[in-house]
């Protein structure tokens, strides 16, 4: 058990859609990256937060968006969602450089 | 773009070693080599991670070459449930500002 939870398992939304996608780590894990993996390749990463700031971006349009809280929970942010948003959705928590993932929210747009 | 370069898939039998390569010719001097395995459609696993010197936990052992260029992870008695798609990362070990950058992995098939 990595201690990452991650809601809903899983999502099916039209085009268009708004989506909030949520993730839990532990206490004390003030790191948490989101990552898209499409089928068929690897995690891509899309930012990371660190102490409630973002810290970091790949390559993704700004309708990615996301926010962490003070309880060590976050959120991952997509607006106007597009047919290639379908994805399965990693969240990771960072504990001495080691990224922990949660079992992941597959999106389905349609 | 990934920093490794590994074989698209193996195969392996049940009770046998399990070697999975990968290339990392331009790692830089502070990051670190890990490893994740991914079981259908879950998150990624850690399984374990090294800067020089060769690893070994309940998982698997990792050995990294000298020169730092490569590295071999095994799984010392494969079995089914091993069946899944290995990712071999390099990335500097901090608590935040990194992300790991992956590769399509090396699906690996362990046979009965």
């Known amino acids: 058990e990595t201690g990452v939870t991650q809601s809903p398992t899983h999502l099916i939304k039209t085009r268009g859609q708004q989506v909030t996608l949520r993730c839990s780590s532990q206490?004390?894990?003030?790191?948490v990256s989101w990552y898209q993996q499409a089928l068929g390749q690897g995690p891509q990463f899309i930012f990371q937060?660190?102490?409630?700031?973002?810290?970091g971006r790949g390559n993704f349009p700004p309708r990615f968006s996301g926010l962490q809280f003070p309880n060590y929970s976050s959120e991952l942010n997509v607006n106007a969602l597009e047919l290639d948003d379908s994805a399965l959705y990693l969240c990771?928590?960072?504990?001495?450089?080691?990224?922990?993932f949660g079992p992941g929210t597959r999106l389905l747009v349609l | 773009d990934a920093k490794t370069t590994q074989p698209p898939s193996m195969d392996c039998a049940e009770g046998r070693a399990a070697n999975l390569p990968c290339n990392h010719s331009?790692?830089?001097?502070?990051?670190?080599v890990y490893w994740y395995r991914q079981i259908h459609s879950q998150g990624p696993q850690y399984i374990i991670h090294?800067?020089?010197n060769n690893e070994t936990n309940e998982m698997a052992s990792l050995i990294i070459t000298e020169d730092r260029k490569s590295s071999t992870l095994i799984l010392p008695h494969a079995t089914l449930r091993d069946t899944a798609v290995y990712y071999c990362?390099?990335?500097?070990?901090?608590?935040?500002?990194?992300?790991?950058?992956f590769g399509p992995g090396t699906r690996l098939s362990v046979l009965p």
């Open positions: 206490s004390g894990h003030n790191t």
């Open positions: 990362i390099v990335s500097l070990a901090n608590n935040y500002g990194q992300n790991f950058v």
């Open positions: 990771a928590s960072t504990v001495g450089g080691t990224q922990y």
């Open positions: 937060y660190y102490r409630e700031e973002e810290n």
């Open positions: 090294g800067l020089k």
């Open positions: 331009t790692i830089s001097g502070n990051e670190y």
